[in-house]
T-cell receptor, first 113, second 117 residues
């Protein structure tokens, strides 16, 4: 039962363009969503988060959009840079879940110069 | 941001032996820590929630006798893989969330690559 889904295993974008990574969830009790960036053999690094009371949160080149009715969120990176190439994980948590994060399968982003 | 340190970063052990992995929160106290496992090209699967001063809570399908968790202090949780077998080879990652509110980001350790030969 995959509660958090990232249906695109990979994404390739040209440098300078926008990268859009998508994430869907099924559990309506989730109220906090996060995006992490991960390199092989390293732990994930926190990027940006959004609470369910908002529909947008922006931090520099990174913007997360939340559509609660569709149970969908997306991460926009603009402009994309080669250093953004990594695996991006979407994660969700809920007040009734003891603080644990449930992760999607990840999307491997490749930004080409 | 907050720092979570994991040790060792990699370990090779013989089949049948036990391996202990440590997870420390360096600049905050964590009553709860989380242990994840990641197979190549796959997601981070939550194994268990480590609770300071009490028993860990294991996710469905995770053998509690195989993966022993101890959270003896507010800054240290350990995961011991007992009687390790080659199928236990994986990337193990711990995380903790600073207690600064309801919704906070979780910080992750560097991960431990376990190879059982």
């Amino acid at each position: 039962d995959q509660q958090v889904k990232q249906n695109s295993p990979s994404l390739s974008v040209q440098e300078g363009r926008i990268s859009i990574l998508n994430c869907d969830y099924t559990n309506s009790m989730f109220d906090y969503f996060l995006w992490y960036k991960k390199y092989p053999a390293e732990g994930p690094t926190f990027l940006i988060s959004i609470s369910s009371i908002k529909d947008k949160n922006e931090d520099g080149r990174f913007t997360v959009f939340l559509n609660k009715s569709a149970k969908h969120l997306s991460l926009h990176i603009v402009p994309s840079q080669p250093g953004d190439s990594a695996v991006y994980f979407c994660a969700a948590s809920g007040n009734n879940q003891g603080g644990k994060l449930i992760f999607g399968q990840g999307t491997e982003l490749s930004v080409k110069p | 941001g907050a720092v979570v340190s994991q040790h060792p970063s990699w370990v090779i052990c013989k089949s049948g032996t036990s391996v202990k992995i440590e997870c420390r929160s360096l600049d905050f106290q964590a009553t709860t820590m989380f242990w994840y496992r990641q197979f190549p090209k796959q997601s981070l699967m939550l194994m268990a929630t480590s609770n300071e001063g009490s028993k860990a809570t294991y996710e469905q399908g995770v053998e509690k006798d195989k993966f022993l968790i101890n959270h003896a202090s507010l800054t240290l949780s350990t995961l011991t893989v007992t009687s390790a077998h080659p199928e236990d080879s994986s990337f193990y990652i711990c995380s903790a969330r600073p207690p600064k509110g309801v919704n906070t980001e979780a910080f992750f350790g560097q991960g431990t690559r376990l190879t059982v030969v």
